[in-house]
């Protein structure tokens, strides 16, 4: 519209400047009123700032403005947007330097803080000392951290100091479970779209990096705890738990891309270990009964973050029996039968597939161990697809009734488990 001065701005400028694909396209308008954008059929839809959709393309435009902080947490700020904002002042106000340029309609980059400087070196830098404003950049900054993770980025020095600086004020805490979670599950499902392994998605970078800044000990203490608590060199040459759960999260991204449950995959990886961050140091670097230990962590952090019941159900199941599944070819056919009564193998066929590419994850999750074979995932499956073959018609059939079909069915489906043992063969 030649009415209006604007501008394309924010993550589709810095997308379009590192040849990634532009996903969404956000305009800020300069010099124009509210009354002006009704006038010209726009539709108001901002409730804290003015933010209008373009009566054809439906697209966001928003007006130029500055914001001052009043009160606590990422909702604490009033906003001015008049026709007298500028355009360097509208992006001021923003997190990052790679964010915080914009171009016009003809191509030219207004770029008053240095971003493509930042963008060729790499570097995540804050903008202004008002990004120590708003706590949910601790979590937006490390989101971008690990998704450019794959193009070199790191966060810049000074940068780090002022998130550190946010998580230990307690200024995280103002922030709502469900923002906190929204970024969290941005990060464990972002995938790319690229076959070379080299780019694929970090999202353990968003943990190490609020760990390493003391968000994570302020949002998800039990995950946080895990950090210097050793195991045993000869199964985790890795040592520290911490590690090892960032190295399960990197082989679940490897093993779920495009996988219609990844997220909630990924998040099972996350949990899987959480009880070895309550064992008594005087029992390092043994965790015996961590898994059971860990099942009040998983359903704590699922209410604390109101994470989908289904997420937390699948983590709860890789949290208990993940050293079940690891163990597989040593347990009795009645133990495996018993083990998939309680992951409900008979009515959620594809949750224990799930359960598997997370005890999988959890397996190769570990230094030196990522390349190695993993026949229990392939041995249980088949177990579980026998054992489903078991049908209690052909027990009505015979005439048996209530107590009696549940004893038939259950002696068949050892058979069918015990059957399967017999036929693998283990290298």
Known sequence: MPELDVYLVGGAVRDQLLN????????????????KMLSLGFNQVGKDFPVFLHPKTKQEYALA?????????????????????????????????????AMTS???????????????????????????????????VARFAARYHRYGFTIASETLALMTKISESGELLTLSAERVWQEMQRTLAEDTDSENELEQASPEIFFQILHQCQALKALWPELDALWNVPNPAQWHP???????????????????KNHDNKTAIRFAALCHDLGKG????????????????????????AKQLKVPTHYKQLALKVCEHHLHCHKAFQLKPSTILKIFDQLDVWRKPQEFEDFLIACKSDFLGRLGFEDRPYPQEQFLKEAMLA??????????????????????MAKARLNAIERVKKEVQID
């Open 65 to 101: 403005r500055t914001e001052r902080k009043q009160g606590q947490g990422y909702t604490g700020f009033s906003c001015y947007a008049e026709p007298d904002v500028t355009i360097e002042q509208d992006l001021l106000r923003r997190d990052l330097t790679v964010n915080a340029m």
């Open 278 to 301: 309550l064992t008594a140091s005087e029992h390092w670097p043994s965790h015996r009964g961590h898994e059971k230990a860990g099942l009040p962590l998983v359903e704590k952090i």
């Open 387 to 408: 054992a489903c073959q078991v049908n209690a018609k052909t027990f009505v059939e015979q005439g048996l009734t209530g107590i009696a079909i549940k004893e038939a």
């Open 238 to 256: 890795e040592i520290c738990s911490g590690v090892h759960t960032m190295m399960v999260l990197q082989q679940a991204v490897l093993l779920t």
């Open 106 to 140: 003809e191509g030219k980059i207004i770029d008053p803080y240095h971003g493509q400087q930042d963008l060729e070196n790499r570097v995540l830098r804050h903008v202004s000392d008002a990004f120590i404003e708003d706590p949910l950049r601790v979590l937006r």
């Open 20 to 35: 990634r694909a532009v996903k969404d396209h956000d305009y800020l308008v300069v010099g124009a009123s509210v009354d």
